[in-house]
Protein backbone atom coordinates (compact mmCIF):
# COMPACT_ATOMS: atom_id res chain seq x y z
CA UNK A 1 0.00 0.00 0.00
CA UNK A 2 0.66 3.09 -0.92
CA UNK A 3 2.10 5.83 2.14
CA UNK A 4 0.65 8.91 2.71
CA UNK A 5 2.53 11.65 1.15
CA UNK A 6 3.18 14.02 3.99
CA UNK A 7 2.19 14.20 7.74
CA UNK A 8 4.03 17.00 9.49
CA UNK A 9 5.27 16.28 13.18
CA UNK A 10 2.98 16.02 15.85
CA UNK A 11 2.85 19.47 17.53
CA UNK A 12 5.45 20.08 20.32
CA UNK A 13 4.20 21.81 23.58
CA UNK A 14 5.75 25.01 22.65
CA UNK A 15 3.62 25.25 19.58
CA UNK A 16 0.98 24.65 21.61
CA UNK A 17 1.61 26.75 24.05
CA UNK A 18 1.96 29.72 21.29
CA UNK A 19 -1.00 28.52 19.96
CA UNK A 20 -3.37 28.53 23.10
CA UNK A 21 -2.04 32.10 23.53
CA UNK A 22 -3.51 33.60 20.83
CA UNK A 23 -6.44 30.99 19.81
CA UNK A 24 -7.56 30.04 23.11
CA UNK A 25 -6.47 33.20 25.80
CA UNK A 26 -6.52 31.89 28.96
CA UNK A 27 -6.76 27.92 28.54
CA UNK A 28 -4.40 25.42 27.29
CA UNK A 29 -4.30 23.19 24.64
CA UNK A 30 -3.90 19.78 24.70
CA UNK A 31 -3.19 16.98 21.44
CA UNK A 32 -5.40 14.54 21.64
CA UNK A 33 -5.47 12.19 18.08
CA UNK A 34 -4.34 12.53 14.77
CA UNK A 35 -6.83 12.69 11.92
CA UNK A 36 -5.67 10.29 9.16
CA UNK A 37 -6.67 9.51 6.05
CA UNK A 38 -6.12 12.37 4.04
CA UNK A 39 -3.33 13.41 1.39
CA UNK A 40 -3.20 16.96 1.52
CA UNK A 41 -3.18 17.96 5.09
CA UNK A 42 -2.24 16.88 8.81
CA UNK A 43 -5.25 17.09 10.65
CA UNK A 44 -5.13 16.71 14.52
CA UNK A 45 -7.49 17.11 17.01
CA UNK A 46 -6.86 19.09 19.90
CA UNK A 47 -8.66 19.99 23.42
CA UNK A 48 -8.74 22.81 25.40
CA UNK A 49 -8.04 22.70 29.34
CA UNK A 50 -10.74 23.85 31.78
CA UNK A 51 -14.40 22.96 31.99
CA UNK A 52 -16.24 22.98 29.60
CA UNK A 53 -13.59 21.52 27.31
CA UNK A 54 -13.27 22.00 23.81
CA UNK A 55 -12.35 20.57 20.87
CA UNK A 56 -10.15 22.43 18.16
CA UNK A 57 -9.12 20.62 14.96
CA UNK A 58 -5.47 21.92 13.71
CA UNK A 59 -4.67 22.07 9.88
CA UNK A 60 -1.46 22.18 8.65
CA UNK A 61 -0.93 22.04 4.81
CA UNK A 62 1.77 19.95 3.13
CA UNK A 63 4.57 20.40 0.62
CA UNK A 64 2.22 22.11 -1.90
CA UNK A 65 1.07 24.90 0.18
CA UNK A 66 4.28 27.43 -0.08
CA UNK A 67 5.28 27.80 3.35
CA UNK A 68 7.32 30.87 1.96
CA UNK A 69 4.19 32.66 1.62
CA UNK A 70 0.44 32.71 3.10
CA UNK A 71 -1.47 30.81 0.42
CA UNK A 72 -3.49 28.71 1.36
CA UNK A 73 -4.41 29.26 4.98
CA UNK A 74 -6.42 32.61 3.92
CA UNK A 75 -7.99 31.08 1.18
CA UNK A 76 -9.54 28.42 3.10
CA UNK A 77 -10.06 30.75 6.10
CA UNK A 78 -11.92 32.74 3.15
CA UNK A 79 -13.74 30.14 1.81
CA UNK A 80 -14.84 28.57 4.77
CA UNK A 81 -16.44 32.13 5.75
CA UNK A 82 -17.91 32.69 2.96
CA UNK A 83 -19.59 29.25 2.29
CA UNK A 84 -21.07 29.87 5.96
CA UNK A 85 -22.32 33.29 5.52
CA UNK A 86 -24.40 32.02 2.56
CA UNK A 87 -25.76 28.98 4.36
CA UNK A 88 -23.04 26.14 3.21
CA UNK A 89 -22.88 23.51 6.24
CA UNK A 90 -18.81 24.38 7.11
CA UNK A 91 -16.68 24.01 9.76
CA UNK A 92 -15.81 27.62 11.70
CA UNK A 93 -12.81 29.34 11.12
CA UNK A 94 -11.44 30.23 14.40
CA UNK A 95 -7.44 30.74 13.72
CA UNK A 96 -5.01 31.41 11.21
CA UNK A 97 -1.53 31.20 11.35
CA UNK A 98 0.10 34.68 10.76
CA UNK A 99 2.55 34.46 12.93
CA UNK A 100 4.27 31.84 11.59
CA UNK A 101 4.28 29.00 14.85
CA UNK A 102 4.31 25.98 12.51
CA UNK A 103 6.38 25.14 9.97
CA UNK A 104 4.12 24.33 7.46
CA UNK A 105 1.07 26.99 6.55
CA UNK A 106 -1.72 26.58 9.36
CA UNK A 107 -5.30 27.08 10.27
CA UNK A 108 -7.25 25.99 13.00
CA UNK A 109 -11.70 25.00 12.88
CA UNK A 110 -14.25 23.88 15.07
CA UNK A 111 -14.26 20.38 15.18
CA UNK A 112 -17.18 18.70 14.01
CA UNK A 113 -18.50 15.15 15.57
CA UNK A 114 -19.19 13.61 12.20
CA UNK A 115 -17.12 10.86 10.05
CA UNK A 116 -17.37 10.24 6.69
CA UNK A 117 -20.25 8.27 5.26
CA UNK A 118 -18.29 6.43 2.19
CA UNK A 119 -20.63 3.07 3.18
CA UNK A 120 -24.13 4.50 3.51
CA UNK A 121 -27.12 2.20 4.36
CA UNK A 122 -29.67 4.45 2.03
CA UNK A 123 -26.83 4.78 -1.22
CA UNK A 124 -29.92 7.09 -2.69
CA UNK A 125 -30.68 9.17 0.04
CA UNK A 126 -26.75 9.75 0.36
CA UNK A 127 -26.29 10.33 -3.12
CA UNK A 128 -29.21 13.14 -2.73
CA UNK A 129 -28.19 14.67 0.22
CA UNK A 130 -24.54 15.16 -1.62
CA UNK A 131 -26.53 16.74 -4.67
CA UNK A 132 -27.92 19.33 -2.33
CA UNK A 133 -25.17 19.99 -0.85
CA UNK A 134 -23.03 20.57 -4.17
CA UNK A 135 -26.20 22.71 -5.05
CA UNK A 136 -25.72 25.02 -2.02
CA UNK A 137 -22.18 25.73 -2.79
CA UNK A 138 -22.17 26.14 -6.25
CA UNK A 139 -25.63 29.25 -5.44
CA UNK A 140 -23.16 31.16 -3.10
CA UNK A 141 -23.09 34.44 -4.50
CA UNK A 142 -19.38 35.95 -5.57
CA UNK A 143 -18.66 39.64 -5.32
CA UNK A 144 -14.98 40.85 -6.28
CA UNK A 145 -13.10 39.75 -2.95
CA UNK A 146 -14.29 36.16 -4.10
CA UNK A 147 -12.46 36.37 -6.98
CA UNK A 148 -9.45 38.09 -5.99
CA UNK A 149 -9.08 35.57 -2.69
CA UNK A 150 -9.92 32.24 -4.95
CA UNK A 151 -7.97 31.05 -8.34
CA UNK A 152 -10.35 30.38 -11.25
CA UNK A 153 -11.08 26.94 -13.06
CA UNK A 154 -10.01 27.60 -16.18
CA UNK A 155 -10.30 24.23 -19.07
CA UNK A 156 -6.82 24.72 -20.87
CA UNK A 157 -4.99 27.04 -18.43
CA UNK A 158 -2.16 23.93 -16.97
CA UNK A 159 -1.68 22.70 -20.33
CA UNK A 160 -0.43 23.58 -23.89
CA UNK A 161 -3.49 22.28 -25.77
CA UNK A 162 -1.71 19.78 -27.19
CA UNK A 163 0.80 17.49 -25.92
CA UNK A 164 -0.73 15.47 -22.37
CA UNK A 165 0.21 16.30 -19.16
CA UNK A 166 4.12 14.85 -17.83
CA UNK A 167 1.35 13.21 -15.20
CA UNK A 168 -0.70 11.74 -18.07
CA UNK A 169 1.46 10.59 -20.70
CA UNK A 170 2.90 7.76 -19.02
CA UNK A 171 -0.17 6.11 -18.46
CA UNK A 172 -1.03 3.32 -21.38
CA UNK A 173 -4.37 5.22 -21.76
CA UNK A 174 -2.94 8.80 -21.08
CA UNK A 175 -2.50 9.87 -25.00
CA UNK A 176 -6.31 8.58 -25.84
CA UNK A 177 -7.94 10.02 -23.25
CA UNK A 178 -5.95 13.73 -23.69
CA UNK A 179 -7.16 13.47 -26.95
CA UNK A 180 -10.56 13.03 -25.50
CA UNK A 181 -10.07 16.10 -23.44
CA UNK A 182 -9.04 18.26 -26.12
CA UNK A 183 -11.95 17.10 -28.61
CA UNK A 184 -14.32 17.86 -25.51
CA UNK A 185 -12.98 21.06 -24.52
CA UNK A 186 -13.62 22.31 -28.32
CA UNK A 187 -16.76 21.55 -27.94
CA UNK A 188 -17.57 23.21 -24.33
CA UNK A 189 -20.54 25.70 -23.61
CA UNK A 190 -19.53 28.89 -21.56
CA UNK A 191 -21.35 28.35 -17.98
CA UNK A 192 -21.74 31.32 -15.19
CA UNK A 193 -18.95 31.14 -12.78
CA UNK A 194 -19.81 29.34 -9.74
CA UNK A 195 -17.76 28.81 -6.16
CA UNK A 196 -16.67 25.86 -6.16
CA UNK A 197 -15.13 22.87 -4.14
CA UNK A 198 -12.71 21.84 -6.34
CA UNK A 199 -11.94 18.55 -4.52
CA UNK A 200 -15.44 17.63 -3.47
CA UNK A 201 -16.12 14.08 -2.91
CA UNK A 202 -17.64 11.99 -0.15
CA UNK A 203 -14.71 11.75 2.02
CA UNK A 204 -14.45 15.60 2.51
CA UNK A 205 -18.06 15.17 4.13
CA UNK A 206 -19.06 14.90 7.87
CA UNK A 207 -22.17 12.81 8.54
CA UNK A 208 -23.84 11.30 11.60
CA UNK A 209 -26.77 8.93 11.54
CA UNK A 210 -26.85 9.31 7.81
CA UNK A 211 -27.27 12.94 8.35
CA UNK A 212 -24.64 15.49 6.24
CA UNK A 213 -23.35 17.91 8.63
CA UNK A 214 -20.35 19.68 6.75
CA UNK A 215 -18.14 19.79 3.87
CA UNK A 216 -14.56 20.37 5.27
CA UNK A 217 -11.48 20.51 3.55
CA UNK A 218 -11.60 23.76 1.50
CA UNK A 219 -7.60 24.23 0.75
CA UNK A 220 -8.27 24.33 -2.93
CA UNK A 221 -11.69 26.18 -3.72
CA UNK A 222 -11.89 27.74 -7.48
CA UNK A 223 -14.34 29.90 -9.13
CA UNK A 224 -15.55 28.25 -12.66
CA UNK A 225 -18.06 25.39 -14.03
CA UNK A 226 -19.98 23.63 -11.57
CA UNK A 227 -19.58 20.33 -13.51
CA UNK A 228 -15.92 20.23 -12.41
CA UNK A 229 -17.20 19.47 -9.00
CA UNK A 230 -20.29 17.24 -10.12
CA UNK A 231 -17.94 15.10 -12.40
CA UNK A 232 -15.09 15.19 -9.93
CA UNK A 233 -17.48 13.40 -6.78
CA UNK A 234 -19.42 10.82 -9.46
CA UNK A 235 -16.13 9.89 -10.56
CA UNK A 236 -15.39 9.24 -6.90
CA UNK A 237 -18.24 6.55 -6.30
CA UNK A 238 -17.50 4.91 -9.71
CA UNK A 239 -13.91 3.96 -8.30
CA UNK A 240 -15.40 2.13 -5.45
CA UNK A 241 -18.15 0.59 -7.43
CA UNK A 242 -21.39 2.80 -6.76
CA UNK A 243 -22.45 4.05 -10.11
CA UNK A 244 -25.75 3.94 -9.26
CA UNK A 245 -24.90 6.33 -6.46
CA UNK A 246 -23.01 8.23 -8.69
CA UNK A 247 -25.67 8.59 -11.50
CA UNK A 248 -28.73 9.76 -8.74
CA UNK A 249 -26.07 11.94 -7.63
CA UNK A 250 -26.32 13.71 -11.09
CA UNK A 251 -29.28 13.45 -11.90
CA UNK A 252 -30.64 14.90 -8.03
CA UNK A 253 -28.31 17.80 -8.41
CA UNK A 254 -29.91 18.93 -11.93
CA UNK A 255 -33.52 18.69 -10.81
CA UNK A 256 -32.76 20.42 -7.63
CA UNK A 257 -30.57 23.32 -9.92
CA UNK A 258 -32.32 23.01 -13.03
CA UNK A 259 -28.99 23.06 -14.25
CA UNK A 260 -27.93 20.93 -18.08
CA UNK A 261 -24.14 20.40 -17.15
CA UNK A 262 -23.66 20.67 -21.37
CA UNK A 263 -20.01 20.43 -19.98
CA UNK A 264 -20.40 16.98 -18.10
CA UNK A 265 -17.99 14.69 -20.56
CA UNK A 266 -15.01 17.47 -20.51
CA UNK A 267 -14.70 17.75 -16.50
CA UNK A 268 -15.33 13.89 -16.43
CA UNK A 269 -12.52 13.24 -18.52
CA UNK A 270 -10.49 15.87 -16.41
CA UNK A 271 -11.45 13.67 -13.37
CA UNK A 272 -10.19 10.94 -14.69
CA UNK A 273 -6.83 12.18 -16.09
CA UNK A 274 -6.84 13.75 -11.90
CA UNK A 275 -4.87 10.44 -10.44
CA UNK A 276 -2.56 9.50 -13.34
CA UNK A 277 -0.14 8.26 -13.84
CA UNK A 278 -1.17 5.78 -11.27
CA UNK A 279 -4.26 6.10 -8.95
CA UNK A 280 -2.44 3.56 -6.17
CA UNK A 281 -1.59 7.38 -4.48
CA UNK A 282 -4.99 7.51 -3.76
CA UNK A 283 -5.40 4.14 -2.12
CA UNK A 284 -4.50 4.85 1.41
CA UNK A 285 -7.58 7.40 1.07
CA UNK A 286 -10.24 4.88 -0.14
CA UNK A 287 -8.90 1.75 2.56
CA UNK A 288 -8.93 4.50 5.80
CA UNK A 289 -12.71 5.54 4.58
CA UNK A 290 -13.51 1.88 4.78
CA UNK A 291 -13.23 0.76 0.91
CA UNK A 292 -11.86 -2.97 1.00
CA UNK A 293 -9.67 -3.07 -2.52
CA UNK A 294 -6.13 -3.94 -3.47
CA UNK A 295 -4.23 -2.10 -5.30
CA UNK A 296 -4.84 -3.65 -8.40
CA UNK A 297 -8.51 -3.66 -8.20
CA UNK A 298 -8.23 -0.22 -7.97
CA UNK A 299 -5.91 0.57 -10.71
CA UNK A 300 -8.33 -2.22 -12.97
CA UNK A 301 -11.38 -0.14 -12.23
CA UNK A 302 -9.90 3.43 -13.12
CA UNK A 303 -8.53 1.65 -16.19
CA UNK A 304 -12.03 -0.06 -16.82
CA UNK A 305 -13.84 3.63 -16.45
CA UNK A 306 -11.16 5.43 -18.66
CA UNK A 307 -11.87 2.90 -21.55
CA UNK A 308 -15.56 2.90 -20.82
CA UNK A 309 -15.42 6.76 -21.40
CA UNK A 310 -13.02 6.70 -24.39
CA UNK A 311 -15.80 4.40 -25.85
CA UNK A 312 -18.46 6.93 -25.44
CA UNK A 313 -16.34 9.36 -27.66
CA UNK A 314 -16.45 12.88 -27.33
CA UNK A 315 -20.53 13.51 -27.78
CA UNK A 316 -21.72 15.19 -24.89
CA UNK A 317 -23.95 13.66 -22.50
CA UNK A 318 -27.48 14.07 -22.89
Request: a negative charge; charged letters at 20%.
Amino acid sequence: MAEIAHYAPLPTSVELQALAAQATPGRRLHHERRIEGGLGCTMDVLKTSGSPSRRLVLRRYGPWGNPTDDHPAPVEAHALDLAARHGVPVPEVLWVDRSKIFADPAIVISYIDGVPLTNPSDPGGWADQLAQAAASIHSVPLGDPDFVMIERAIPGSNDDGVNPPEEVAPHSLGPALWEAVLARRARMVPEEDCFLHADFWPGNTLWRSDHLLAVVDWETPAIGDPALDIAYCAMDMRYVGMTGPADRFIETYMEITGRSLPNLDYWTAIALCRPMPDIVKWHPSFVAFGHDMTVGELRDRHAALVEGELARGVASRP
